[in-house]
């Protein structure tokens, strides 16, 4: 089935520790994005990433590392210099920047 | 950069009803999506709008752009239709998605 994979579901870090969350597209899209929600709000963009070798930083990137080494992989380090990590992150792809953009079942990252 | 407003906040529906919410924005866009967040969290896609009218069953969209505004129509609403709505647009400077905060939905038996 094509779509957006995100692992895993739920997480639980220590303080001070790193974490990556993976995600994996196979529907051969160039754009993905890292969005942050925290409980009753909107979503916000962390990173994006136009194209494979390429990443830009949204709104909110403190404390936040991506890479794009291949083009259906987008995996997000929370540093623990990100001084609130605990929300619910969402990855999504779309054929190209500012096309139709689709998301995956998100990745749930609380700190113990 | 671009700022998006949806209203409102929270909507109570018996069954059956119809209803209608809005998105403004602040600038021109190239596109705009209306999203479901269900319960699980899973944002489902409702429409790819950036200008024109669409429908989708009892659900339909209509975006004029030159007057900054989207509104989403439910019609019938039912039980399943529950959950938070999403606005979200990409503008021509920052060309990723801008959210709004939501509508909450809750349509009551």
């Known amino acids: 089935d094509g779509g957006i994979t995100q692992s895993p579901k739920y997480l639980f870090r220590k303080e001070g520790q790193n974490v990556t969350l993976s995600c994996e597209q196979n529907l051969n899209h160039d754009a993905m994005y890292w969005y942050r929600q925290d409980p009753g709000q909107g979503l916000r963009l962390i990173y994006y990433?136009?194209?494979?070798?390429?990443?830009q930083k949204g709104d909110i990137a403190e404390g936040y590392s991506v890479s794009r080494e291949k083009k259906e992989s987008f995996p997000l380090t929370v540093t623990s210099a990100q001084k609130n990590p605990t929300a619910f992150y969402l990855c999504?792809?779309?054929?190209?920047?500012?096309?139709?953009?689709?998301f995956g079942q998100g990745t749930r990252l609380t700190v113990v | 950069g671009i700022q998006v407003e949806q209203s409102p906040p929270d909507l109570i529906l018996q069954e059956g009803a119809n209803s209608t919410l809005r998105c403004n924005f602040s600038d021109s866009v190239n596109n705009l999506q209306w999203f479901h967040q269900n319960p699980w969290g899973q944002l489902i896609n409702l429409f790819y709008i950036p200008s024109g009218t669409k429908q989708n069953g009892r659900l339909s969209a209509t975006t004029v752009a030159t007057e900054r505004y989207s509104l989403l129509y439910i019609s019938s609403s039912q039980t399943t239709d529950s959950g938070v709505y999403f606005c979200a647009v990409g503008g021509t400077g920052r060309r990723a998605l801008t959210f709004g905060s939501g509508t909450r939905l809750q349509v009551q038996p």
């Open positions: 999504a792809s779309s054929e190209l920047m500012n096309t139709e953009a689709f």
């Open positions: 990433s136009q194209i494979v070798n390429d990443f």
